[in-house]
């Protein structure tokens, strides 16, 4: 595979987000989504497959904020809440309760899974808890990273190829005291309203290739990082078919060789009978 920018392994299945916005995976029978029912996803989470309909086999954060989820028994859940800016997904037994990570610092716990603890007055997520920039969901817990500090980079931004027309998410996750601060650049030049942690490009034109980067900046300092959006050739046919003189019964075979972005259709016409 060519032009992933993120990858999630689970109890069974293995998920990978490629620039532009879809997703792809593979394992057990029913546990991927189907990557024609995803579009403008910006991370991916892949969880358990247990045999409960409560076990979330997938996460999936949309461009919009908002959080979809299925399952290995073919549901799926969402949009599921809104102003979401990270995702984690369990792999537990008797805490299998999903993350979403709210854009004011506040914790989501997505009940679609089992979680006996529950039962026993364990809350889903801690009183008070605030000012988190990242979350984990483990086998039997979970953990949420709270800022403090100069900012500090999460992630680092991978560059992307594109195509005329497609659409590319550039996106950074950052830690550090709140609030923070966002600004990206196109080849060195501030973009306006670009303040946030994603960074959306669409209906994408030969101009916007460049150097993309973002500077985060809370005031205890800043830090920044950058990538690279490139444009796929276009379609090219490298070898045409060779004509061809063949005895009646027999088979006659043409061949052609074409770059260009997968995947590639191919129609046959048949001019002369």
């Not at 792999?91 to 993350?99: A, E, K, P, V, Y």
């Not at 500090?152 to 005329?164: E, F, K, Q, W």
């Amino acid at each position: 595979m060519s032009n992933v920018v993120a990858i999630a392994a689970g109890g069974g299945n293995s998920l990978v987000l490629k620039a532009d916005g879809k997703v792809m995976g593979w394992g057990l029978a029913g546990a991927c989504p189907d990557p024609a029912s995803l579009s403008n996803i910006v991370a991916i989470a892949a969880g358990d497959n247990g045999p409960a309909l409560g076990y979330i086999s997938w996460m999936a954060l949309q461009a919009d904020g908002r959080v979809v989820a299925g399952s290995q028994h073919g549901y799926s859940l969402g949009p599921y809440l809104s102003d979401v800016v990270a995702i984690a997904a369990s792999r537990g037994t008797d805490h299998h309760i999903s993350l979403a990570l709210m854009r004011n610092g506040s914790v989501a716990a997505l009940p679609w899974g089992f979680n006996f603890y529950a039962s026993q007055g364990q809350p889903l997520v801690p009183a008070g808890l605030a000012n988190v920039v990242a979350v984990a969901a483990g086998n039997d817990h979970n953990l949420a990273l709270i800022g403090s500090g100069p900012p500090y980079l999460l992630n680092r931004l991978v560059s992307r190829t594109a195509v005329m027309s497609g659409n590319s998410y550039f996106r950074i996750e950052a830690g550090g005291a709140p609030p923070l601060y966002y600004q990206w650049e196109f080849n060195g030049t501030n973009l306006a309203g670009a303040t946030d942690a994603l960074l959306a490009l669409t209906d994408l034109q030969p101009n916007q290739v460049g150097t993309y980067s973002v500077t985060v900046s809370n005031p205890f300092g800043t830090v920044s990082n950058s990538a690279q959006l490139t444009f796929l050739a276009p379609l090219d046919i490298t070898a045409q078919p060779q004509s061809r003189t063949n005895f009646g019964g027999s088979t006659a075979t043409f061949s052609v060789t074409v770059t260009g972005i997968e995947p590639l259709y191919f129609q046959v016409a048949n001019e002369q009978r």
